[in-house]
Nanobody, 115 residues
Framework: QVQLVESGGGLVQSGGSLRLSCAASGMIISSYSMGWYRQAPGQLRELVSFITADGTANYVDSVKGRFTISRDNAKNTVYLQMNSLKPEDTAVYLC?????????WGQGTQVTVSS
């Protein structure tokens, strides 16, 4: 059974940093594109960043220069380093894995940035 488990969320002041982790089990992430999404209350789910199987990273404009996605295939884990956090980054952050017709999701981890 495939599982994606996010961790590392929490409450941080504006300007602070957090590092999210997404640990996968029941699958090997090396052949998947891995992504981080976020969803704030009353808003649509938004793609924040994704990293392809060959390591190419992409970011939504609002986080460019502040967030860094990375993957450790040996640990079957993907990370999102978030720096210079802003109150508008507050959301539930979810990890996803995509390969062809396969798409898996984690349960999410809450990130709250206070002003």
């Amino acid at each position: 059974q495939v599982q994606l488990v996010e961790s590392g969320g929490g409450l941080v002041q504006s300007g602070g940093s957090l590092r999210l982790s997404c640990a996968a089990s029941g699958m090997i992430i090396s052949s998947y594109s891995m992504g981080w999404y976020r969803q704030a209350p009353g808003q649509l789910r938004e793609l924040v960043s994704f990293i392809t199987a060959d390591g190419t990273a992409n970011y939504v404009d609002s986080v460019k220069g502040r967030f860094t996605i990375s993957r450790d295939n040996a640990k079957n884990t993907v990370y999102l380093q978030m720096n210079s956090l802003k109150p508008e980054d507050t959301a539930v952050y979810l990890c996803s894995a995509v390969r062809l017709t396969e798409n898996y999701w984690g349960q999410g981890t809450q990130v709250t940035v206070s002003s």
